[in-house]
């Protein structure tokens, strides 16, 4: 066997390097040569997949082969070929000969617990690099590659990672050993330089921070003493005085008399609910006591008081429920051209049974003598007074087309005429009509001695109801 690459190409002393030997170099290019030979001779392939390989049985005994791509990192490798070209079957029998291998932490796995993977196996003869994901919170931290047996990471020295030694977008570099991950700097010394060099910065900005603090202090003085004597009317901040100047101020009123003080304050035309006022309390022997507007007026209100005169200077005004979702009820006067007075009768009246306008006209609609029919409404609730009208669409006796006749169900000499009207048992939202055989309506003569029936094609019925 031929010397290695690494001994005939060894360093030799700086002032002297030693010179290879070209004997040497020529027996170790050789050697490669005919290892480069004899892999092509023994028809060497290369795969991507395990898939790929084992497809391919045409090799002769012994061959040998490589998968280098293989999704599943455990398939990849060198290969032996046992029987017969077109027989038998593949082998793996060794790591890829990479020495360095790459590794991702995508951060599937938890900061103390890491997940990566790789494309090559790893193997404890490859030097593994690893970025690492988000920062560890504890110690021990382990790792697993490619769904493989768990590692402990050890630093050279074979220390646990300390927490927060590891660093997110750090860079690990180690290889496999038994059942570690040994990386091949010491991160726990570099974890105490780093914290050396972060408390040496600490400690520069704390000497800064105890000169800023003693002007600061000296400073501080010179405002205590300005906010307990400086003068009236100076200010110390804006708009803020010292213990003087209210001293002074107090004195001032209780001289001048607070009477004196108020009428010379100045004047606020909008008061707030949170506006504060001075009483003397008739309960609590006439102490000093203070209410809000909102105080004073949810007391004029508590109890029914008599207010002479009250009026309400706008148009209109609001009278608001006093719980749950509020709703107001607004009377609004503007269209009053002269004084009005509403007149109540001498009981309980529900303006809710008040009859109101016409709320609901249908469109005017033809319908044959007997006939009935239902027509919706649209109204909240069933109205109480029904009525049915007939516009003319043609000349009928002394009545012309577009004249409007009441449609008034009656009889007259054993024969019905009109349209009666009625709300069906339990529908709230619907009207019944019924057409008489006679006619939709009755017009008398120009002498008022006889009535024609209103034929249905005369005319058109509309119905109008109120709640």
């Not at 009441?406 to 349209?419: C, H, I």
């Amino acid at each position: 066997m031929v010397e290695t690459a690494n001994t005939i190409w060894a360093d030799g002393p700086a002032s002297a390097p030693l010179q290879p030997d070209k004997a040497k170099i020529r027996a170790w290019g050789s050697w490669l040569e005919s290892f480069v030979t004899a892999i092509g001779a023994n028809s060497g392939s290369v795969y991507a997949t395990r898939a790929a390989l084992y497809s391919d049985l045409v090799h002769g005994p012994n061959s040998m082969a490589w998968v280098v791509d293989d999704p599943t990192a455990g398939y990849n490798g060198i290969y032996q070929k046992t029987g017969a070209s077109g027989t038998g079957s593949w082998s793996r029998i060794a790591d890829l000969p990479y020495s360095f291998i790459t590794a991702t932490d995508v951060g599937t796995g938890t900061p103390n617990a890491i997940i990566a993977t790789s494309s090559l196996p790893i193997s404890p003869s490859a030097l593994v690099m690893m970025g690492v994901y988000e920062a560890n919170t504890g110690s021990p931290v382990t790792v697993v590659f490619n769904g493989g047996p768990t590692l402990t990471i050890k630093t050279n020295t074979g220390n646990d990672v300390a927490p927060g030694g590891l660093t997110a977008g750090m860079q690990l570099f180690g290889v496999v050993a038994g059942s570690t991950f040994r990386l091949v700097s010491d991160q726990v010394s570099a974890a105490v330089v780093a914290a050396a060099e972060a408390a040496a910065n600490a400690a520069a900005a704390s000497a800064s921070d105890a000169d800023t603090s003693a002007g600061g202090a000296a400073d501080s003085a010179a405002l205590a003493s300005r906010w307990a004597t400086e003068a009236e009317d100076v200010p110390v901040l804006p708009g803020l005085y010292s213990a003087y100047h209210w001293a002074m101020k107090a004195a001032a009123t209780v001289t001048g008399g607070i009477a004196a003080a108020i009428h010379a304050a100045t004047t606020k035309a909008a008061l707030d609910d949170a506006d504060e006022m001075g009483l003397a309390d008739s309960a609590a022997s006439w102490g000093l006591k203070k209410f809000t507007l909102a105080n004073l007026i949810s007391s004029i209100f508590k109890t029914a008081r008599t207010i002479a005169n009250a009026q309400f200077a706008a148009a209109s005004f609001k009278l608001f429920n006093a719980a749950g979702t509020p709703r107001a009820l607004t009377l609004n006067l503007a269209a009053l051209t002269a004084d009005r007075a509403i007149t109540m009768p001498d009981r309980a009246v529900d303006l809710g049974n008040v009859p109101a306008a016409a709320a609901f006209i249908s469109a005017p609609f033809t319908a044959a003598l007997g006939s009935n029919g239902l027509i919706s409404h649209g109204l909240p609730s069933a109205p109480k007074k029904l009525s049915a009208y007939v516009v003319l669409t043609a000349t009928v006796s002394a009545m012309s087309a577009g004249d409007v006749l009441k449609a008034d169900y009656g009889v007259v000499a054993s024969t019905a005429y009109g349209v009666q009207l009625s709300i069906p048992s339990g529908n709230t939202t619907q009207i019944k009509y019924q057409v008489t055989n006679g006619g939709i309506s009755t017009v008398l003569n120009a002498t008022g001695a006889s009535a024609t029936g209103v034929p249905s094609a005369s005319g058109q019925i509309i119905i109008i109801a109120e709640l």
